[in-house]
């Protein structure tokens, strides 16, 4: 049976100055459910910290990437008073944040260290912040909680310690007051610094949830929920007020940023709803992703995510051979990617994997494609975005319209669908998809 807490998240644009954090705050105030908060980096800090793991920076290109992640935390800084336990431990932290960054060979676990800084010292000003509006708060240091293994850069939690830890230490303080976490970061067994991969903190907020049998989870961040597709793109683009976790699952997986892919995870295990809104507009209502399923059938909005890679395979002796699949699969498990859409044919099997351009480390790295070329010819195809229409049973002929004729339109690269009745997915070259996004929500969604 689920607790009476809720977990509230909030993102690095809603703790990116003072204001927005003094707003996040009063949403807390108003909410005494709300335990246990998750916070990110604030706005701009981890692209920083992403440029500071690159091992070919000169000692003054990291002097520049310091002083600009100290001077976005001293704007909010001279508009606080810190208390003695704050003070102490946001110098500490900043201290060792400067001598790590300066570091200019840092391995894979400094790197982890460097990228986890931002959520490290945002969340002392939050807990600060907490306190101004007269809450109980105090901080909590997310390594002593999440539990993950030691695949820096992209670790795995691990459920069964994370809960365990949280029984541990969360227990007792959970009644009394607000507890200040990070999201995204972690600690493997060894102690060391570990992260979830960028974005990870909504993932984190429902690893939390879930360790603490939450009754629900509240993202907050700078939209007013999950809309049919990115309101930048489409002015008539809406919000979705209810959507199922299958619906939000596919929708985090194929590029609505609002809302990290993991996050559904936790919560579709624990059966514990998510909620998302605006820390600007918390009054405006928002999204909320529970376990039953949607009412409405059909397609009920279009995301992209761009920066795709299409990886073929191409084999003869794949032609009436067991065992070419799980040989491929194995090499890209040993070096942790994950694989979004797949086709085959009968000598050939095509990949779509993610290549997020501000990630830490390649996605697809030289050593697994020269592994997979002693068996097979291999071919990588960049620049490329994937397009998904996602809602619940979709089917090739719907009642109103036939959606081959509204794709025949476009140069499609690859097109995949069967595999779930809550998605269509193609790929198309990066420099046309924000187009095909607007016909297709005009055709389908704005009617």
């Not at 704050?86 to 982890?112: C, H, S, V, Y």
Request: charged letters at 20%.
């Amino acid at each position: 049976m689920n607790s009476s807490y809720v977990v509230a998240k909030f993102g690095g644009t809603s703790v990116a100055d003072f204001e927005s954090m003094k707003r996040c705050a009063q949403i807390i105030k108003n909410n005494s459910q709300v335990r246990l908060v998750a916070v990110s980096a604030s706005a701009g800090v981890t692209n920083h910290l992403v440029s500071l793991c690159q091992n070919d920076l000169k000692l003054t290109q990291r002097n520049e990437h310091i002083e600009q992640v100290c001077n976005i935390q001293n704007s909010i800084l001279k508009k606080l008073s810190l208390d003695k336990d704050i003070a102490d431990g946001f110098n500490q932290t900043l201290n060792k944040f400067k001598n790590l960054a300066r570091n200019i060979d840092p391995t894979e676990k400094e790197k982890d260290s460097l990228l986890s800084f931002g959520e490290r010292l945002s969340s002392y000003l939050f807990t600060q912040v907490l306190r101004g509006v007269d809450i109980d708060a105090v901080r909590l240091d997310a390594r002593n909680v999440l539990k993950t293994d030691s695949k820096f850069g992209k670790a795995t939690p691990n459920i069964c310690a994370t809960k365990k830890a949280a029984s541990a230490n969360l227990t007792t303080l959970l009644s009394t007051k607000v507890l200040v976490t990070q999201g995204f970061i972690g600690s493997d067994q060894q102690g060391n610094t570990t992260t979830l991969g960028r974005g990870g903190s909504d993932y984190s907020a429902a690893l939390f949830a879930e360790a603490i049998d939450a009754s629900a989870i509240h993202i907050w961040t700078d939209v007013v929920g999950i809309f049919s597709t990115d309101p930048r793109l489409c002015s008539k683009a809406t919000p979705i007020a209810k959507l199922s976790f299958d619906e939000a699952a596919e929708m985090a997986t194929f590029g609505a940023k609002v809302l990290h892919p993991a996050t559904i995870l936790p919560a579709s295990r624990a059966g514990i709803p998510v909620f998302v809104g605006s820390s600007r507009a918390p009054d405006e209502g928002g999204t909320w992703i529970e376990k039953s399923q949607t009412r409405h059938s059909g397609i009920r909005a279009v995301t992209q995510r761009k920066n795709q890679i299409l990886l073929t395979l191409k084999s003869p002796e794949m032609l009436l051979a067991s065992g070419f699949l799980a040989k491929v699969f194995t090499i890209l498990a040993q070096y942790n990617i994950s694989v979004d859409l797949v086709t085959t044919s009968e000598i050939s099997v095509a990949l779509t994997l993610d290549n997020a351009p501000n990630a830490s480390r390649p996605e697809l790295e030289q050593e697994c494609l020269d592994l997979l070329s002693e068996f097979c010819h291999v071919s990588v195809e960049n620049n490329l975005t994937l397009i998904a229409l996602i809602g619940s049973q979709i089917q090739l002929q719907q009642e109103e319209i036939n959606l081959m004729h509204v794709l025949a339109d476009f140069n499609i690269r690859m097109i995949c669908h069967g595999a779930s009745k809550h998605n269509l997915c193609f790929l198309v070259e990066q420099s046309n998809s924000d187009h095909i996004v607007q016909s297709i929500h005009s055709r389908l969604l704005e009617a």
